[in-house]
């Protein structure tokens, strides 16, 4: 039903996935369609600490599915490198919170590799860096964050992050076919959460477009990501006790992003707000208000500020995560 | 065996009941091979005596960096470029280096290298087009000045912060085995990679030999120990035996040389290639050692931090130019007449690239903009119409005559 897919990727067969399995889906096909496709990281030969590399060193070959040395730095260094020489790297990090010590070789290295190349035009468009955030429950400090503002920041990098399985295996498809470097960030808790029936062909979905999931003309929500399903209950509890109407639009590829899509949806709905797990300062949300108040065809017809749901400005205490992550409630307190 | 310990971590390690620490001191140096004496002759009798086409060559190339040293950092006192990078007394390790890879093996540099570029068949006129940023740079005059590259040389863009090419190298060199593995019929190829002695204390330098040696990589790693990272002298640098006692501790093949010998860098460098691509592929570490002759950049007074005596002493004592001048002079391929004309016809050959390349113009403005990400997002096609607006509002206030097509492109 998806109208984005080719009509024989819809008519062909399904297979009931959650992330994980979609994601490990998405793998095997781009490992068996092109010989460049490389996948490496901490503990992904054995199938990875969350299973999305489960079987695939054992089909394609230790050479291709390997573990590299604890080292985030080395990974992305190392891949940025086998991208250099126009291979297709996806490196895995095992989580967004230890992205850091690769902070310097995604900001200075593969983002600004095919602008200082000029020229001769060699890029590291091949690379795609995977890796699982966001809260789960019990995550705490450094098992929890969802850093994606930070590569929203850096021209160069495209930064995406799926809601679904099905989403999740055409967007990592197109990430690893994509000329750019792509940063794909995802959903930890829905691995295993979110299931739906996945077309076993190889697809891709459209990056840098935003998809509307619900059409509606009082408000739009923008969101991306694990909070689109509490995006969705708190919708349906508020239309019920408002009786009004919600655009809900998720942003998939949170940079570049599809301001063109919001903008349309705000100037009818006349009012918007934006929510995600990470932090309210600086985030995504920011960007996206400011965009709304800077566009004069769309602020002129805003009836009220742009508000953010967003994570508190603080880290993320052990016992504290249920106060911290947006839920229905705090969808309503504005 | 009851004394092997069989601990996964380190299997070959047998138990011992003498409680003793392991001390560095104990261990002696490791020696720096050299197989020319200063005065040009040469002592180690298995070495392949190179082609005198190739030596006379290989001399004129570090003759015509040192020519071109001397006139870039006087343009940039003048405030004709921006800035300058020489490398005085390094000539040797990468003209010597450059000499003994294949065309298709693969570079990775810090800065310090413009032998090896010039050894590739780098020209003035390209040099010229980078330090000056005009419209012939392959960067599109993005990079400060010195951060040359070339597709065609098979040599990577140079980048400014230090140490981060080491993994790229380790990664590019997994690259090339695995697409010779994909298509037997490729050329075996490796990867060379630069850096100074001050890069190996980043952590890049720790993660890319570990996983070049896990990956078994065929890249050849050459470090240009030169004394010297800006003002830290090495003491302050690391307290081991130089870069190279590290490589053995990576499992990494590992040999240290007199950067100031050129046949001994060529030999050295040689070998590594064929190391490298045995068995499937392995690294090498060549420490090179030498002394950094000139300033750090043109931005430092080296004189702040060392003597000025100390850096007479290394230009006169020993140096890689005079040291195979010497050579060349007793298989009477070279003397003083020959020495003249060659450095009067490359004075006047850069010095015409030098002035082409001033006339020239700026990259287009467009470039700036362009290859951010493959295509132009929305996002930076408006902000190139804003920057028009700009433009056109106050055109006093922005000189775009230098740039090719003015404000039109």
């Known amino acids: 039903q998806n109208p984005e897919l080719p009509a024989e990727v819809r008519s062909g067969t399904t297979q009931q996935m959650n992330l994980f399995q979609s994601i490990n889906d998405a793998l095997s096909l781009a490992l068996a369609s092109d010989d460049s496709v490389l996948l490496f990281g901490e503990d992904v030969a054995f199938g990875g600490v969350f299973r999305c590399s489960m079987n695939l060193a054992e089909k394609y070959g230790a050479e291709r599915v390997f573990n590299t040395p604890l080292s985030e730095q080395g990974i992305v260094g190392f891949a940025v490198g086998v991208a250099a020489e126009g291979m297709k790297p996806v490196a895995e990090i095992q989580f967004a919170d230890y992205v850091y010590p690769a902070f310097d070789q995604l900001v200075n290295e593969a983002a600004k590799w095919r602008y200082k190349e000029g020229k001769g035009g060699r890029h590291v468009g091949g690379l795609t860096i995977r890796m699982p955030c966001g809260g789960v429950g019990h995550g705490a400090l450094y098992h929890s964050q969802s850093p994606e503002s930070l590569f929203t920041h850096i021209p160069g990098l495209t930064v995406i992050i799926p809601r679904s399985p099905i989403q999740a295996k055409g967007l990592l498809l197109s990430a690893i076919a994509n000329k750019d470097p792509c940063v794909f960030m995802e959903p930890k808790a829905l691995y295993r959460a979110a299931v739906e029936q996945v077309p076993t062909a190889y697809y891709t979905l459209p990056l840098s477009k935003a998809e509307v999931l619900k059409e509606g003309s009082d408000l739009t929500i923008v969101s991306y990501g694990h909070p689109l399903y509490t995006c969705n209950a708190a919708i349906e509890q508020a239309e019920k006790d408002f009786d009004i109407s919600i655009e809900l639009i998720d942003l998939r590829t949170v940079y570049p992003w599809d301001k063109e899509c919001v903008l349309r949806s705000v100037q009818k709905t006349g009012r918007c707000l934006v929510v995600h797990e990470s932090m309210v300062n600086a985030g995504i949300g920011a960007e996206v208000a400011a965009s709304i108040q800077e566009d004069k065809e769309t602020f002129l017809r805003l009836e009220a500020p742009v508000m953010r749901v967003a994570g508190w400005s603080i880290h993320m205490g052990l016992m504290f995560e249920r106060f911290n992550i947006p839920d229905v409630a705090t969808g309503g307190r504005d | ?409």
């Open chain 2, 1 to 409: 065996e009851a004394w092997s310990c069989r601990f996964p971590g380190a299997v070959n390690s047998k138990f011992t009941d003498t409680l003793k620490f392991e001390h560095p001191s104990t261990y002696p140096a490791i020696p720096t091979y050299r197989c020319t004496t200063p005065d040009g002759d040469i002592i180690d009798s298995s070495i392949e005596p190179p082609p005198d086409s190739l030596a006379l060559l290989m001399y004129e190339n570090m003759i015509a960096v040192s020519i071109m040293d001397v006139i870039m950092f006087e343009a940039q006192r003048q405030g004709r470029i921006s800035f300058y990078m020489p490398s005085q007394g390094e000539e040797g390790t990468c003209v010597g280096s450059a000499s003994a890879l294949e065309k298709e093996d693969v570079i990775f540099s810090q800065y310090r290298e413009a032998g090896v570029f010039m050894q590739r068949g780098f020209k003035f006129e390209d040099f010229m087009s980078q330090l000056f940023a005009n419209k012939n740079d392959n960067g599109r005059g993005r990079n400060m000045p010195v951060h040359y590259g070339s597709k065609e040389l098979n040599i990577h863009t140079i980048s400014s912060p230090l140490a981060t090419q080491i993994p790229h190298a380790a990664g590019a060199a997994y690259a090339l085995k695995m697409q010779r593995r994909q298509n037997p019929s490729l050329p075996p190829r490796v990867v060379a990679c630069y850096f100074g002695e001050g890069a190996a204390s980043e952590g890049d330098f720790h993660a890319a030999l570990n996983i070049a040696a896990t990956r078994s990589c065929p890249v050849i790693f050459i470090c240009r120990n030169n004394g010297y990272a800006i003002s830290t002298p090495t003491l302050e640098q690391y307290r081991g035996d130089g870069i190279a006692s590290r490589g053995v501790g990576y499992g990494i093949d590992t040999i240290r040389v007199d950067g100031n010998d050129i046949w001994a860098v060529r030999e050295v460098t040689r070998k590594a290639r064929e190391i490298a691509l045995k068995d499937g592929g392995k690294p090498v570490l060549i420490e090179a050692m030498s002394y950094r002759i000139s300033h750090h950049s043109t931005s430092d007074d080296s004189f702040a931090y060392r003597a000025r005596v100390e850096v007479e002493d290394w230009k006169r004592r020993d140096n890689p130019i005079t040291r195979l001048r010497k050579y060349l002079e007793k298989k009477d391929l070279w003397n003083d007449e020959k020495e003249a004309e060659v450095r009067k016809r490359l004075k006047a050959e850069c010095l015409k690239a030098f002035s082409d390349a001033e006339k020239e113009k700026k990259p287009s403005l467009r470039a700036m903009f362009e290859d951010i990400y493959e295509e132009i997002t929305p996002e930076i096609q408006a902000q190139i119409g804003e920057l028009r607006e700009m433009l056109d509002r106050y055109p006093d206030e922005y000189d775009v005559t230098e740039f090719e097509g003015g404000k039109e492109t």
